[in-house]
């Protein structure tokens, strides 16, 4: 079986909305749930029509993490609009959170680089601009863990986002 989802644009990539994972990971998510098995997981670009390529769903994943997510440029601009910006940093951790888990498309060194480069490198960031968007984010990477989606997260990571958000449910008090 396989399960495929195109785009026909780049103006939007798969972690930029919630409506790729409720679409595509809840598909994967059905027929997993139907057949006791996980479907091929593909990915369609068309947006040269001249050129389309098809990706696995994990490597298109990594492919827009890289690109994107974790990119100094693309966080660095959204520095730039404080608190909207923040809110669209927590987005995009909960947007990668609900594909993965429909989907099963997250490996934990991408956990890792989430939490230390939004977590807690930004979190001087986030405590000025917006600091219910750190919240968010450090509650949605410790329910991976709990979950089983994040299943080896760094030690020091792990303890420093917990240490971060008791310290940070004092600041919001």
């Given at each position: 079986m396989?399960?495929?989802?195109?785009?026909?644009?780049?103006?939007?990539?798969?972690?930029?909305?919630?409506?790729?994972?409720?679409?595509?990971?809840?598909?994967?998510?059905?027929?997993?749930?139907?057949?006791?098995?996980?479907?091929?997981?593909?990915?369609?670009?068309?947006?040269?029509?001249?050129?389309?390529?098809?990706?696995?769903?994990?490597?298109?994943?990594?492919?827009?993490?890289?690109?994107r997510?974790?990119?100094?440029?693309?966080?660095?601009?959204?520095?730039?609009?404080?608190?909207?910006?923040?809110?669209?940093?927590?987005?995009?951790?909960?947007?990668?959170?609900?594909?993965?888990?429909?989907?099963?498309?997250?490996?934990?060194?991408?956990?890792?680089?989430?939490?230390?480069?939004?977590?807690?490198e930004?979190?001087?960031?986030?405590?000025?601009?917006?600091?219910?968007?750190?919240?968010?984010?450090?509650?949605?990477?410790?329910?991976?863990?709990?979950r089983g989606?994040?299943?080896?997260?760094?030690?020091?990571?792990?303890?420093?986002?917990?240490?971060?958000?008791?310290?940070?449910?004092?600041y919001l008090?």
């Amino acid at each position: 079986m396989v399960a495929v989802k195109n785009q026909d644009n780049r103006e939007h990539d798969i972690f930029d909305s919630d409506d790729y994972f409720q679409e595509h990971g809840g598909m994967i998510a059905s027929i997993r749930a139907i057949t006791g098995k996980n479907p091929k997981k593909l990915f369609g670009d068309t947006s040269d029509p001249e050129n389309p390529k098809v990706r696995d769903l994990e490597d298109e994943a990594k492919r827009v993490f890289r690109a994107r997510v974790i990119n100094p440029k693309w966080i660095n601009s959204m520095k730039r609009h404080g608190y909207k910006g923040a809110f669209e940093l927590a987005s995009t951790v909960d947007f990668i959170f609900g594909y993965d888990a429909t989907a099963q498309i997250m490996e934990d060194w991408m956990y890792n680089e989430l939490a230390e480069k939004y977590a807690l490198e930004l979190k001087e960031f986030f405590k000025e601009n917006n600091p219910w968007a750190l919240k968010d984010i450090i509650e949605r990477l410790l329910e991976a863990h709990e979950r089983g989606l994040w299943k080896n997260p760094k030690d020091e990571i792990l303890e420093r986002l917990k240490k971060t958000y008791l310290e940070l449910e004092d600041y919001l008090e």
